[in-house]
Structure formats: structure tokens, C-alpha cells
């Protein structure tokens, strides 16, 4: 038997460490180096190593490389087939993380129960009475879906010799360990492990493995980094506790693009797919009130009307607040300099709170507009019209800036009912007639005397 050595990881980033030390020094975390037990690899030349156990392979020229089309196996889960680019990809490995009772289980179980593959669920985490119960309440029954509670990989691979799915379930690479090295579970050294075997597995046999992944506190997915490069699609599930929304996004995806966006609300029985998420991202009012705008803004390629609430008001203390949820707070300081600055609008004894509706969070600079004017509705306390919606860039010299797939989000606007929507002049719109009326501004002083007239 080899002789076992320890050797120090930090639990953190996976650095490893020849000895024990307060602080790693590449992610500056304090008391996270611990000691683990791995076997001691056997030292092979790399020439050896790649003759022997593998037939060797020849460079070829690119032009004569084979295409086969990725075979993909659609879940009947749009949003996630959607995420995925397409379904998922034959020998693909999958990890999904996201904050604990996000609903990771929930999606993968549901995602198990209703694809017509035969499936093997395997757990780590729950009994299989325990999946029972969490299935019967998806109330989705179905046959092709076996369980397995199981925490060894050797044992896991036993199974699957025998049952030979379609497609491999893991809840969650931390409750895994491999018989080969002696680390507990969850350390960086199985987890390491582990998914090299699930991915030599995945490759070997063309059988997909979605596997699930806890984050650690910074949002990252705990264990080492190298996780995350050796798996095909990096997916997070994310979501604010207080609403029912969750988002599944993809941070890596070999197979498709990175910009698709699932949309899910959590019910008793589940999860359920939002087609339209426009709709639920609006509040409903019956009086119009003042400091509410709403901006036309894409996420992947799916355009998505969302409600910006801005709530501007006079500073009790010397320095005025400045808050924002779902928007960078950095963006609304230099919108509201903009402001100060270019259109003479007094803000810097005003306290500005900024809102967008629904938990969820926006990168894209095209709500600046809608920032904009309900900040200046609040401010004015006038209400504007709930049938306009914004969609443009702010600049600093307070131009209004062309923005992408501008036919896109009229399209979708006029789709859903509005009347006029707000946008650069300097878009090249190619949509003919559109029903909506569109509204052509350069400067912010046009906006406001639009919209406040
Ligand atoms: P779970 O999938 O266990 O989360 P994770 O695996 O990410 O830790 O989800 C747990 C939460 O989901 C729990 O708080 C209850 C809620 N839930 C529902 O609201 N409806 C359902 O049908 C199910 C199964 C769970
Ligand atoms: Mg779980």
C-alpha cells in the first residue's frame, strides 16, 4: 500500500500549503488551512504515463476534425433546457450551487421526476423516505426515476453498473467520498477527487452528471476552484429569501451562452416555470403614484419589463443617504451627479432609496432612463403615466445612449400593452410602424419636460 501523507489545504480557495500557517497567503483568509490526508500519488514520467494508458493520439489538422453534433436530452423543463442552451449535453457535467433551501433539491428532483429518461437520483443529504415525501408534493410520479442514498463513489458506481441511467443525479458533491484517499468529506481533496471520478465517468460512458455544489459565504461554491473549471456548465440558482422568485443563471457554459436566464416562482407543489416574466415583475396599482418607472431590459435574449421604484426625500442627518436594492449603488451615485450636475436638480440634501421590484438584480445599463425618471418622479412627486417605459443608457454629460436589440424591447413593450416608449434618438430602430408610440429623446432636459410637462 502507498504510504499515506497529509499535506494542508485551505478550505477556502484550495491553495495547499506545505505546512500549517495562521493565513493563506493567496486569499488572505485567516484560520482556514487544515490538515488532510490524501495518498501519496504514484510519480510517473509524463511520456510513460501518456503511452500506457491510453492510446496515443495524433494532432490532426482542424480543417479535417469531425464535427458530431452535440446529442442533447431535452429535461421538459423549458426554463432549464432554455439556461442549458438547449437541453443537456450527452457526457456533460453540470454543477448547480446556490444558498442553502434555495431549492436546489427541489429543481434537480422535479427535473428527475419529469424527464422520460431513466434517471438515477443519488442523495447524500436526505433519507430515501425523506425524497419520497419532497417528490410527492412535486405530485409528478413517474417510474423512470430510481433512488439511491449513497455517499461512497465506488458504491455509486456499483449501482449505476447495474441500473445504467440515462442520466446521473449527485445531491451534493460535498457528501461524496472515494475509498482511494483518506480526507473527510467534504474537503478539498475528495471533493477534488470525486468529481474527477464523476467527470472520467461522465466522458467515459456519454451519461450526463448534474451535480449539486454548496457555496461558502462569499457566494462561490465551496471547495476548490478547479471545480468549477473542470465542469461543463456552472449554473446558480439564486433568489431573495423574502420572494418567491428564483433565478437560475449559467456562469459557464461550454454548450451554449452564458446570458440565458431561467425564471421559476416556489410554490407547495414545487417549482413552477415563468414564461412571462413581465408580468409578475410589475406590481399592480390601482392609483397612480409618483417615484415608480418602468424600464425595458434583456436578460440573455429574453426582454423583461421590470419596475424601478426610487423614493427621493429630505435628509434628517448632514449627509444624505444613498441606498439601492437590485441596482449598483455606484451607477445611481453617478446618475445622481448626472443629475446635479447637468439638468440643476438640487439631490445632495435629499436622501435617494432605489428599488427594483421583484428581489431581483440588474446589470443592464439600459434602465438607467428608468432610474432616472423615477427618481425625478419621486422627487416631484407627479406620477408618470404607467403606460411609458424606458429603455436607454445615461452619460455622464447626460446624453441619452443608444442601447442593443432596441427592436427587441419595442416589440415587447407594444406586446404587453404600453403606449410610448422612451428611448435614445441615436438608436438605429428598424421595427416599421410599431403600434407603441416611440419617443425619441438626446438629452435628459427632454425627458423631463416630456414627461413632467
Ligand atoms: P430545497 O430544495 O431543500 O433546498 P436546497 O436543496 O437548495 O437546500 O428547498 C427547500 C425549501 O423549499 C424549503 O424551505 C421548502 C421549500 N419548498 C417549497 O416551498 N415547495 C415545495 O414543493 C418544496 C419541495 C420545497
Ligand atoms: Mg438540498
Known sequence: MAKTKTTFFCQNCGTQHSQWVGQCHVCKEWNTIVEEVIQKEEKRNWKQGSSTDRKVRKPQRIADIQIN???????????????????????????????????????????????????????????ESQIKMRAE??????????????????????????????????????????????????????????????????????????????????????????????????????GDRNHNYRILRAHKNRFGSTSELGIYEMLGNGLREITN????????????????????????????????QALVSTAVYGTPQRSSTGFNLKRLHMLLAVLEKRAGFKLGAKDVFLNITGGISIDDTAIDLAVIAAILSSNKDVAINPNVCFAAEVG??????????????????????????????????????????????????????????
Open 69 to 127: 453534433a452535440e446529442e442533447r436530452i431535452s429535461t421538459l423543463n423549458n426554463e432549464f433546457d432554455t439556461v442549458l442552451g438547449g437541453g443537456i449535453v450527452k457526457g456533460s457535467v453540470i454543477l448547480l450551487g446556490g444558498e442553502p433551501g434555495i431549492g436546489k433539491s427541489t429543481l434537480l428532483l422535479q427535473i428527475a421526476l419529469g424527464i422520460t429518461k431513466k434517471v438515477l437520483y443519488v442523495s447524500g443529504e436526505e433519507s
Open 137 to 238: 408534493r412535486l405530485s409528478n410520479s413517474d417510474t423512470n426515476c430510481l433512488i439511491l442514498t449513497e455517499t461512497n463513489t465506488q458504491q455509486i458506481f456499483t449501482s449505476v453498473a447495474d441500473v445504467n441511467p440515462d442520466v446521473l443525479v449527485i445531491d451534493s458533491i460535498q457528501t461524496l467520498h472515494t475509498s482511494t484517499i483518506e480526507a473527510t468529506p467534504g474537503s478539498i481533496s475528495q471533493i477534488r477527487e470525486t468529481s474527477a471520478e464523476l467527470i472520467k465517468f461522465a466522458k467515459e460512458t456519454a451519461t450526463p452528471v448534474l451535480l449539486i455544489g454548496h457555496i461558502n459565504k462569499e457566494g462561490h461554491i465551496a471547495g476548490p476552484k478547479i471545480l468549477e473549471h473542470m465542469v461543463d456548465v456552472v449554473l446558480q440558482f439564486e
Open 277 to 308: 416574466p413581465s408580468e409578475i415583475l410589475i406590481s399592480k396599482k390601482d392609483a397612480d403614484l409618483s417615484g415608480i418607472a418602468i424600464a425595458s431590459t434583456l436578460e440573455g435574449i429574453r426582454p423583461l419589463m421590470i419596475e424601478v
Open 396 to 453: 455622464l454629460a447626460g446624453e441619452i445612449r443608444p442601447i442593443s436589440k432596441i427592436d427587441q424591447r419595442i416589440l415587447e413593450a407594444e406586446k404587453l400593452g404600453y403606449k410610448t416608449f422612451v428611448t435614445s434618438k441615436y438608436n438605429k430602430i428598424t421595427v416599421q410602424n410599431p403600434k407603441i408610440r416611440v419617443l425619441l429623446v438626446g438629452k435628459i432636459e427632454e425627458v423631463f419636460a416630456t414627461l413632467f410637462a
